[in-house]
Structures are given as structure tokens and as C-alpha cells.
């Protein structure tokens, strides 16, 4: 479907220029398969090499993240009527940023998440938190144990797993008999329509579509049984998933509207790369065009998409010199690929750049309120997800 050539790790931020400017690349190719309509990129990186090593990636720094985050978690107590004799799960639980929420309200938690800094930084406000990646033999120590999940979180993690069979048997085997999976990630739909192509890239070795995740959670005696499209990522899908089958009207009109528009089938995706090539033309026109005339630009944020969109565009730190980024932890480090520096936010208030690239277009009013004082000045965002339009 897409050929985006090699590129680096979307979260390898490196310390120094040149380790940046030489990052290690691999290949980044869309298809989609006919048998079960998943849509997936055909080369896995191993993940201890792309979630172990000094991963970047803090889920408390977006406060819409958090807002999205603590009414979900409302929600789900009041609905499921949780108290202390109830006990959360989720996996891929980064910084706690999710379970806090219910810590606070007196329900027992457990994160299970292998990146280290985010498992420390979860462990340090009371978050229990097993750093390690999440299997069907983990799985099977905590049932065993009688840690069997009430409710179990799985946010922006199902299309990260090279072993996507393994990761739901593990479900089906921790989720209490009377338990459910809440598990979101971006939906395939949206991104084909608003030519999200950015969000593909190493970590998210799948793209699901209702269809697909249906097949796959059958398998495994699970059932989808209610569903929400969501804002959040730039369209997302929240599943509610269960082992008892009582599929709700949700879900089987989002598996009728799927049928009937083709997602099930490769003519749907075909003309995918022909769009983002016109994204490309335009967006590189537009920089280069304001560069010729003189403005001086940057970058605001250093989130995976904004690897792929710098890399497969071929947008260097020679037409965007650096980037800034609210993250402590990838400030001083470098874009891989690319090579522009990333600086704390406040760069854009000294430095008076006149345009900002907006990669984390995903959180844009978010990241427009905070920098109100940057715009008052003059200053403006390029924002270049789903059309390059300036802001």
C-alpha cells in the first residue's frame, strides 16, 4: 500500500548529532492482507530494541492525554460500580499516568510495562508496576496468583506486539470471568481517510479495523461486544471486549459500514500512497517557499509521527534547524534521521522563530493554547496532517 524507503526508529532520539544524522534504518512498508484485512508493516524490529533502551515516550506530559484519561477512568467506576474489592490491570501503563486515577479512588492496580524510566517513574508515586513485557506466561503466573483483572486497560499498546496471538490469549486469561478489556488504538479508517501516514512507523507494527480485531479476538474467546470511535490520535477506536457474547449495536453497525465501504478489501487502500505524495508536494512547497522569503522556521514536538513525516519527507535540521518539545527527557537530544536539537518550549519565545512545524498535530489546540504568548508575537504553526494549512 505504502513504500516509505528506510527509516530510523521513530522514538531513537540520540544524544549527539552525528549518532542522530547515522541512526540505524530499517524498512517501513504498509500492506494489507486479504485473509483477515489487517493492515500491518512487514518487517518487526525486535522490541526489546525499540521499547527497552532508554524510551522516551512519558504519557503524564500531554494534559489532554490526561483529561481523555481520568473521564475514561471515571466512567468505568461508575458504570462497573468498582470499589476496593475490585483490581485493575493495564499493560503498556507507562508512568502510571492511567492507574493513579483509580489508586485514588481505593481500587487495587498492578501496570505491566518494560521501558524502565516510565516503570520507575510509575513505581514512584505508588503505582505497583512489573517492568517487563506482557505475555501469555505472565499471564498465566498472575491468574495463577489470583490477580485476575476486574476491568483491564490496553491503550495504544495491541498494535505494538509482534506477538499479537500471545497478547490476547494473555487477556483471555487474566480478565476475570466477569471482566472487561478496555483496550483503544487508532483507528485504520481514520487514518486512511485523513491520510494519517504518520503515524506509521516502527512501534505500530499493526493498523486495525473493526473487522480485523473482531477475527483476531474470536480466536481467543473473547468478544467485542461494545464500541466507541473516539477524537483522541486523530481518530481512535475504544473497544469494550468481553468473555461472554452480547455484541451490541455498535459494533455490528461499524462491521456492516466496514463491508460496505470496502475495508475488508484492498480497493479501499489502493490509492493511499498517491495521497500522501500530494501531502508531501504541498507541505515541501510550502517550507521551502517560506524559507526563500526569507522566514526562519522550527519545529514544535518530537513525537514518534513527527520521525516519520521529518524522515520520509526528507525535511532536515538544514530546512527546520531544531525542535522544541515540553518533555525533559528528550530535550538535549537529538531527531533521528534529520538531526534538529530539541530544546525545552521556551526556544520559541527567545529565539522568535516566524513559522512552527506542528508534528504532534494529534494534540494541536492543546499545544496552541499553550503557546498563546508565541502566537501574540507573530508567531505561527504550519499544521500538516490531514492538508498543510498555516495557523
Not at 500531554?62 to 468498582?82: K, Y
Not at 501469555?136 to 503466573?141: D, G, N, P, S, V
Not at 536539537?341 to 516566524?354: K, M, N, S, V, Y
Amino acid at each position: 500500500m505504502l513504500d516509505m524507503g528506510m527509516s530510523p526508529l521513530a522514538d531513537g532520539l540520540m544524544r549527539d548529532f552525528e549518532a542522530a544524522k547515522n541512526a540505524p534504518q530499517y524498512p517501513l512498508q504498509l500492506v494489507f492482507c486479504h485473509d483477515c484485512s489487517l493492515v500491518q508493516i512487514d518487517y518487526t524490529v525486535p522490541p526489546e530494541e525499540l521499547f527497552c533502551r532508554d524510551y522516551p515516550y512519558f504519557s503524564s506530559v500531554s494534559d489532554e492525554l490526561q483529561r481523555h484519561t481520568l473521564a475514561n477512568v471515571e466512567e468505568i467506576i461508575a458504570q462497573r460500580r468498582l470499589g476496593p474489592e475490585n483490581f485493575v490491570i493495564e499493560l503498556a501503563s507507562n508512568d502510571g499516568y492511567l492507574l493513579k486515577h483509580y489508586l485514588a479512588r481505593g481500587i487495587g492496580v498492578l501496570g505491566i510495562d518494560p521501558a524502565e524510566g516510565p516503570a520507575k517513574a510509575a513505581q514512584a508515586i505508588g503505582v505497583e508496576t512489573i517492568q517487563d513485557f506482557f505475555t501469555i506466561e505472565l499471564a498465566e503466573r498472575l491468574a495463577a496468583e489470583g490477580r485476575r483483572a476486574s476491568v483491564l486497560h490496553a491503550n495504544n499498546v495491541l498494535a505494538h506486539v509482534a506477538d499479537t496471538n500471545g497478547f490476547v490469549a494473555g487477556i483471555s486469561r487474566i480478565l476475570a470471568p466477569d471482566g472487561v478489556a478496555v483496550i483503544e488504538f487508532p483507528y485504520v479508517r481514520d487514518l486512511i481517510d485523513h491520510c494519517e501516514f504518520d503515524t506509521i512507523y516502527h512501534q505500530h507494527l499493526c493498523y486495525f479495523s473493526v473487522t480485523a480485531v473482531d477475527r483476531l479476538l474470536r480466536r481467543h474467546g473473547l468478544y467485542l461486544n461494545d464500541i466507541r470511535r473516539i477524537p483522541i490520535h486523530g481518530g481512535s477506536l475504544r473497544l469494550f471486549i468481553e468473555p461472554v457474547e452480547r455484541v451490541g449495536a455498535r459494533v455490528t453497525a461499524l462491521l456492516a459500514e466496514e463491508e460496505q465501504l470496502g475495508l475488508t478489501r484492498i480497493d479501499y487502500f489502493t490509492d493511499f500512497g498517491d495521497r500522501v505524495a500530494g501531502i508531501r508536494r504541498r507541505l515541501l512547497e510550502m517550507i521551502g517557499g517560506l524559507r526563500d522569503q526569507g522566514h526562519r522556521l522550527a519545529g514544535y514536538g518530537a513525537p514518534a509521527k513527527g520521525c516519520t513525516l521529518l524522515n520520509y519527507f526528507g525535511i532536515s535540521s538544514d530546512l527546520v534547524p531544531y525542535v522544541v518539545d515540553r518533555a525533559k527527557v528528550k530535550q538535549g537530544r537529538f531527531m533521528p534521521g534529520t538531526g534538529q536539537e530539541i530544546f525545552d518550549p521556551a526556544r520559541l519565545l527567545e529565539d522568535r522563530p516566524d513559522y512552527a512545524l506542528l508534528l504532534p498535530w494529534n494534540f494541536a489546540d492543546e499545544i496552541l493554547a499553550q503557546q498563546a504568548e508565541f502566537r501574540r508575537g507573530g508567531g505561527k504553526f504550519i499544521i500538516p496532517i490531514p492538508e498543510p494549512v498555516i495557523v
